[in-house]
């Protein structure tokens, strides 16, 4: 029983534009979505998180959305920059349930 | 500076020799996890612990063995890996269990080859 899917497996994104990454959820009533981010050969590393009794947290260029409706999150990055090119993780709290990444690569 | 440290780095085994990889957080964090990650799994979580002395099986803890002695370490075991565990290995670590924002920091990972 998958609880998080990220059912793209990569992006690309030119420079300056917005990274939009989705994630749909099951199983869940009042809970904590979080985004990590990996770099290769790092360990994740947490970007931003949101409760679900919000339905936006914004951090600088990082905006997570959530509709608890369509049971969907999307990690908005605005202007995208080559240093975002990672893999990013969204995840259920608060065990962390990760779905299985979306890799994102940031164009110059 | 705060850390979670796993060693080895890269290892590479054959089957049926038992192995430990060790995690180490300089945090005084009370919670600590291991996890692995597969292609097109994200990462799966293999044991945790919520203090000295407690563990408990996570979602894929068989083939595992974990111990928690004391805050700081928390070993991984694997008494006779077999290829199927062959993976990335993530140690991590955070301040409590059982809170629903969950912040863990993770360590640098663990490239575990059984052949």
């Known amino acids: 029983d998958q609880q998080v899917k990220q ?5 690309s994104v030119q420079e300056g534009r917005i990274s939009i990454l989705n994630c749909d959820y099951t199983n869940s009533m009042f809970d904590y979505f979080l985004w990590y981010k990996k770099y290769p050969a790092e360990g994740p590393t947490f970007l931003i998180s949101i409760s679900s009794i919000k339905d936006k947290n914004e951090d600088g260029r990082f905006t997570v959305f959530l509709n608890k409706s369509a049971k969907h999150l999307s990690l908005h990055i605005v202007p995208s920059q080559p240093g975002d090119s990672a893999v990013y993780f969204c995840v259920k709290g608060n065990k962390l ?5 979306t890799i994102l690569r940031v164009k110059s | 500076e705060a850390q979670v440290t796993q060693n080895p780095r890269y290892l ?3 089957t049926g020799k038992k192995l430990t990889v060790t995690c180490s957080q300089n945090m005084n964090h009370e919670y600590m996890s291991w996890y692995r990650q597969d292609p097109g799994l994200g990462l799966r979580q293999i044991y945790y612990s919520m203090n000295v002395e407690v563990t408990d099986k996570g979602d894929v803890p068989e083939g595992y063995k974990v111990s928690r002695k004391e805050k700081r370490n928390f070993p991984l075991i694997l008494e006779s890996p077999s290829p199927n565990q062959t993976s990335l290995y993530f140690c991590a670590s955070s301040p409590q269990a059982g809170v629903a924002k969950n912040i863990q920091y993770f360590g640098a990972g663990t490239r575990l080859s059984v052949l």
């Not at chain 1, 349930?97 to 990444?101: E, I, Q, R």
């Open chain 1, 7 to 11: 059912n793209s497996p990569s992006l």
């Open chain 1, 97 to 101: 349930v990760f779905g299985a990444g």
């Open chain 2, 12 to 14: 590479i085994t054959v």
